[in-house]
């Protein structure tokens, strides 16, 4: 937070291996270099991600980065997003591990750290204000850096999955059957809570959803997910993010890909404030290949069919029985019963 508007400085530096020639001008360097900033404190994973604006111009130059911010005064938060781009052919062998240096320099106290999947569950209450104008993101601060805060524990998980040629069902559409063969999740909690689920896919660019279900049992195409809380909406390639404010008990986690057919391996991180108890939900397929009924038009019941001269069916005994004496009983002295005697619909007005 800054009582005045601040600039920042950002300054991206690669190492060279130990064997690195000592004329860099010997060979042409093999990355170039960028640095790519957004408001807010929250991780970006695509350009395309609704809650992340990219206000300045991005430049790849090689060996070096840097970026000038002008910060109005205020609480500001930004992500700086590093990138390298090879300059080799895409046949070549993949670059070799590169290490790099980050460094901030500003008018007014600032800091660096890493960003957040969920700041609301891995932001913690209160955090140190820095005093240092340098930090170094090398895992050593500069002389005079404070340390921030410890972050307030929370639920992790991560843990790793693959979609087989049997059970990448696609996308969840009511008229795409095979969505009920994608593997599925449920998820435990014992309190509502808010629970930030994230799938990503490294081996194939294809389309990635999301969708969470609140029976906590295998889902099929015709039901209805939960709204998320945050997130994108639609299909984002490589990663897709969701918040979800889930209540107490069981739910059911879906990542998909757009596609039906997708053979790939998948990485899900599941973070919540409490624990969550995450299981699979293995795949039972059907006796029938019948689809499930649509509850929305439900079938009319059956009725008996009417015979073809349209009078009903005579009873099993189609005489009536026998009235004692053959006569109907006499009635007390020859009166009408009080109406409320009567059975009903044989009131004497309606002879």
Request: some cysteine; aromatic content about 8%; overall charge neutral.
């Amino acid at each position: 937070t800054a009582a005045v508007d601040m600039v920042v400085w950002l300054v991206l530096l690669q190492h060279y291996p130990p064997d690195a020639p000592s004329n860099e001008n010997v060979a042409a360097p093999s990355l170039k270099l960028a640095l790519h900033t957004f408001k807010g404190n929250r991780k970006a994973y695509n350009m395309a991600d609704d809650h992340l604006k990219c206000p300045w111009k991005v430049s790849y130059t090689p060996r070096y980065a840097s970026l000038r911010l002008t910060c109005p005064r205020g609480e500001q938060a930004f992500v700086i997003v590093l990138t390298a781009v090879s300059t080799t052919a895409k046949s070549s062998p993949p670059h070799p591990p590169m290490g790099y240096t980050l460094t901030s320099y500003s008018t007014e106290p600032a800091a660096l750290y890493p960003a957040y999947d969920c700041p609301s569950i891995e932001m913690p209450a209160a955090e140190t204000h820095h005093t240092a104008s340098a930090v170094a993101m090398t895992g050593t601060s500069t002389p005079g850096a404070a340390s921030a805060t410890a972050v307030a524990p929370f639920f992790s998980k991560t843990f790793r999955y693959k979609w087989t040629s049997e059970s990448a069902g696609g996308a969840h559409d009511p008229e795409n059957a095979s969505f009920r063969t994608n593997p599925m999740f449920r998820l435990d909690s014992d309190v509502a809570q808010r629970v930030f689920v994230k799938a990503r896919c490294d081996s194939h660019a294809d389309a990635l959803g999301m969708h969470v279900f609140a029976s906590g049992e295998r889902a099929h195409e015709k039901e209805a997910d939960l709204t998320p809380h945050a997130g994108p909406t639609g299909y984002r390639s490589h990663v897709i993010w969701r918040e979800y404010n889930l209540q107490g008990g069981s739910s059911t986690l879906v990542p998909v890909c757009h596609d039906a057919g997708v053979v790939a391996e998948f990485t899900m991180t599941v973070k919540a404030r409490r624990e969550v108890r995450i299981s699979s939900l293995p795949y039972r397929p059907l006796q029938d290949t019948a689809t499930l009924p649509d509850i929305t038009h439900p079938t009319p019941p059956t009725h008996p069919t009417a015979p073809a001269n349209g009078q009903l069916p005579p009873p099993a005994n189609s005489q009536l029985p026998p009235l004692t004496n053959g006569q109907l009983p006499p009635l007390p002295n020859g009166q009408l019963l009080p109406p409320s005697s009567y059975p009903m619909g044989m009131h004497p007005g309606y002879c």
